[in-house]
């Protein structure tokens, strides 16, 4: 079985509970390879959660769940150093930061101070406490949620702590087809519990490797690059996509084009991830709470500029 096959018999897995879902899960997939971070934008009840749990499940990794709440402190997060009268010194207790997946339940409801806590961990993979760095397991993967619409009691991310995820997804409300396969399935009760991981961290990590070396053409490249400028130049932004962006959509369209088992980027990889991968770098001048006029501004910026051409066959 090739590490392709093996990171797909995970998303066949998951299929086993998540229901018309494929979309998203194959871009969560994406991510994790890519070595990034997912923020699960949705509606309560439409499976963020459990596409986590199903994730974690589906892998022999280990995973964590951080309730987000206002009363949440960043030592929640991270972990903190007790002191022991017995021994006179203080031991480190790590945070459940420390996992190789970690699910940021509405992560909008814990303090801006608490949000920071996770700056460190998602970017550079490691926890700094009492002037000691300690590097965080590998692969470090954080899924977290939010309610879009829900505004009581929560604190909207910072553009510094948007920037930090690779995706920005969302599942979506079902349509009735949907809504009567997720009731049938359900009808018995949920198989969650009887998921078995079907491959491990190291696979993840060796198909990340892989993808890194999916080719992109000059063309393509460009084509990235005079999406991104076409962001840095409008009126109506405040602030367009930076290089973290750029690079995050690179290594994003490498990813995908391997689970789709190419050796090579085409343009319709850019095209999926465009969204997902950039929409919530965009900041619109004057507004907040923006989403749909972020993805508005990329889908409009997408249809105005033309396509490569090139063949983009194997060996090109």
């Given at each position: 079985m090739t590490l392709r096959d093996e990171i797909l018999a995970v998303e066949t897995n998951m299929s086993r509970i998540l229901v018309g879902c494929e979309s998203v899960t194959r871009l969560v997939l994406t991510a994790l390879i890519?070595?990034?971070h997912v923020l699960l934008e949705d509606l309560p009840g439409t499976g963020k959660t459990t596409l986590a749990r199903v994730l974690a499940r589906s892998l022999d990794a280990s995973f964590q769940r951080i309730?987000?709440?206002?009363d949440l402190l960043p030592t929640d997060v991270t972990g903190l150093s007790v002191y022991s009268q017995a021994e006179g010194t203080f031991t480190f207790r790590p945070g459940p930061v420390f996992a190789n997946i970690l699910l940021a339940d509405e992560i909008n409801r814990a303090t801006p101070r608490t949000?920071?806590?996770l700056l460190e961990c998602m970017e550079e993979r490691q926890v700094t406490t009492d002037g000691k760095t300690r590097p965080l397991p590998a692969p470090f993967f954080v899924?977290?949620?939010?309610?879009?619409?829900?505004?009581s009691g929560?604190?909207?991310?910072?553009?510094?702590?948007?920037?930090?995820?690779?995706m920005r997804l969302s599942l979506g409300l079902p349509d009735l087809e949907r809504e009567i396969r997720i009731m049938e399935r359900f009808l018995t009760g949920s198989e969650e519990a009887s998921l078995s991981p079907v491959t491990g961290a190291e696979t993840v990590l060796a198909a990340g490797r892989e993808a890194r070396k999916v080719r992109v053409s000059p063309d393509l490249m460009d084509y990235m690059g005079r999406l991104v400028m076409a962001t840095r130049s409008r009126s109506d932004l405040a602030a367009g996509v930076s290089p973290r962006g750029t690079l995050a959509?690179?290594?994003?369209a490498q990813s995908l084009a391997f689970l789709e088992g190419r050796t090579y980027v085409v343009p319709e990889d850019?095209?999926?991830l465009a969204v997902p991968v950039l929409a919530h770098r965009l900041v619109p001048a004057g507004r907040y709470g923006r989403t749909s006029q972020q993805k508005a501004?990329?889908?409009?910026?997408?249809?105005?500029l033309p396509v490569p051409t090139e063949a983009f066959t194997e060996g090109t």
């Open positions: 890519t070595g990034g309730q987000f709440t206002p949000q920071a806590g899924i977290a949620t939010q309610n879009p619409i829900d505004t929560t604190f909207p991310l910072p553009e510094a702590q948007l920037d930090r995820f690779l959509l690179l290594h994003a850019i095209e999926t501004i990329l889908e409009e910026i997408l249809a105005g």
